[in-house]
């Protein structure tokens, strides 16, 4: 998926189902959006159905250190190029 | 220390309305709020009762993102009549986050509609499973998810008791709040209970056939406590809250006294966990009475738990003779107007208590055209009747063999 596609839809995600206002993708998820650790989790179940895989535990770990939109993107990239290879 | 409890807030989201006047409305119009069954897409067509206490009409809830996603059906009921209860209290935000406000709130099960949708994944490919079991399941699910939804959203510090007895829910709620306060460890506690709209229990009782299937083409007509015609109970949802605070800070704060907790009684009838039970019953009212330090006599209503069912108002009529003898006080099943809302019935029937002292007046108990000869030794409230009620007393037995009673005097009437 190309990265202008993979972020249509990851802002549609944030802006339909976590009601994200006007999302910039240099925003910080939590002080901007008040985004917690339970919102991570329940994104990454939202990331599993969009890529239709299912992430391993220390893929999850790894996304903790996510702070913006664009870590989001470069996130999602990096698995998904991991799994190509 | 004992120090003396008030309630000085209350709201309850009920089949029969929501706002006072609604309320109000319908006991004094003998409105129902009984409607068909809905269809769930699942039990609904094996289940032989019909009917449900339906809470039929839109509630704006304005809860932000933030909090929702925590939150199921059950704790939008249980967060708005907290948001109703700490609104109209006037408390200041520094005291709700001080730490000396508690809650004390249930439900039955938590949130039977997001255990349903756990339950589903169980019927889904292996794959799809793990990533539909959101991370949020279990606080939207958890039996003490209204009470913690509660202190989340209004930043409450304070001890919480998320009590789970199925009917006796929210009359625990509000005895052990008052009980919280009342020996000085709180010094106020937002009570109650809510239960959101679930096929499950009624397929409980249906098996167990405790539920009224008589009158599935006139809703309306049922449930009918003490009724020579009844036929059981009518499962029902809705929310309530009351806050209870400390006599003298409030009164210092000027706050408004609805009433004052004077006294409560919770036992178990130490056996069978379906079964009424006389002995225990009787019990409970007679503890509350001397919890209270008042007479029999001194009662001018009861709120009979009263759910219909064939044994259920049988004992509690006996229970009520062998506590408060002949003329005694007035009796009314105040579930003839919505069904039986579960864990919050007794914070609704200590509301609705709360409103008939304010208002003067006593609700009769619905569709009770021919009262069983075992229940008639007691003083059944036919037609609306101008009466003040200076001291109700509100009964609730539960599965499990739990029993308890609270007292509640008119803020009119208190000795200030």
Redesign the interface.
């Known amino acids: 998926m190309k990265r202008d596609v993979l972020q249509e839809k990851i802002l549609t995600i944030l802006t339909d189902d976590f009601e994200f206002e006007q999302p910039e993708l240099s925003d910080n998820l939590r002080d901007d959006h008040g985004f917690d650790s339970i919102d991570a989790i329940e994104l990454l179940g939202k990331i599993e159905l969009l890529l239709d895989f299912t992430l391993t535990r220390e893929e999850k770990e790894k996304a903790m250190g996510i702070r913006t939109i664009n870590d989001i993107l470069d996130y999602i990239e990096t698995i998904a190029s991991s799994r190509d290879t | 220390m004992k120090r003396r409890v008030v309630i000085t807030a209350c709201s309850a989201i009920t089949p029969i309305g929501y706002d006072k006047a609604d309320i109000i409305d319908s006991l004094r119009q003998g409105k129902s709020g009984v409607k068909p069954l809905r269809d769930d897409g699942l039990l609904n067509k094996h289940i032989h009762s019909r009917v449900f206490g339906t809470v039929d009409y839109p509630i704006d809830y304005g809860f932000?993102?933030?909090y929702r996603?925590?939150m199921g059906p059950v704790a939008y009921y249980a967060c708005q009549v907290a948001k109703d209860v700490l609104e109209h209290s006037g408390l200041s935000q520094e005291f709700i986050t001080s730490g000396r406000l508690g809650v004390a709130f249930g439900s039955t099960h938590g949130s039977p509609t997001v255990q349903r949708d756990i339950y589903r994944t169980f019927f889904q490919e292996l794959?799809a499973k793990?990533?539909?079991i959101?991370?949020?399941d279990y606080?939207r699910s958890m039996v003490h998810t209204t009470a913690v939804n509660i202190t989340r959203m209004f930043g409450i510090t304070g001890r919480v008791i998320a009590s789970s007895t199925a009917c006796t829910t929210s009359s625990q709620s509000i005895g052990f709040g008052y009980e919280t306060i009342k020996y000085g460890m709180q010094d106020a506690m937002i009570c109650g209970g809510a239960d959101e709209y679930d096929t499950t229990t009624v397929a409980v009782f249906d098996n167990l056939l405790a539920c009224s299937t008589a009158y599935n083409e006139t809703p309306q007509l049922t449930p009918r406590p003490f009724d020579s015609g009844r036929d059981g109970l009518v499962v029902a949802e809705g929310g309530g809250a009351v806050l209870l605070e400390e006599f003298e800070s409030a009164k210092r704060r000027g706050a408004s006294i609805l009433a004052e907790v004077i006294g409560f009684a919770c036992n178990n009838n130490g056996g069978d966990l379906i079964l009424p039970n006389l002995e225990g019953i009787t019990a409970t009212l007679r503890l509350a009475l001397e919890d209270a330090g008042i007479a029999p006599g001194d009662v001018d209503f009861i709120s009979a738990h009263a759910t219909a069912t064939k044994m259920g108002d049988v004992i509690e009529s006996q229970a009520i003779e062998a506590v408060y003898g002949d003329n005694g006080p007035f009796v009314t099943g105040l579930k003839s107007y919505m069904g039986h809302t579960m864990g919050t019935c007794g914070v609704i029937e200590t509301i609705l208590t709360i409103y008939m002292m304010e208002q003067g007046f006593i609700a009769p108990t619905l569709n009770l055209q021919n009262i069983d000869e075992r229940c008639r030794m007691l003083r059944h409230v036919r037609e609306v009747t101008a009466a003040p009620i200076r001291i109700g007393a509100i009964q609730n037995f539960a599965f499990g063999g739990v029993n308890t009673c609270l007292l509640i005097r008119d803020g009119k009437a208190m000795d200030k």
Request: glycine fraction near 8%; proline fraction near 0%.
């Open positions: 932000k993102r933030q996603k925590t794959d793990f990533s539909s959101g991370a949020v606080l």
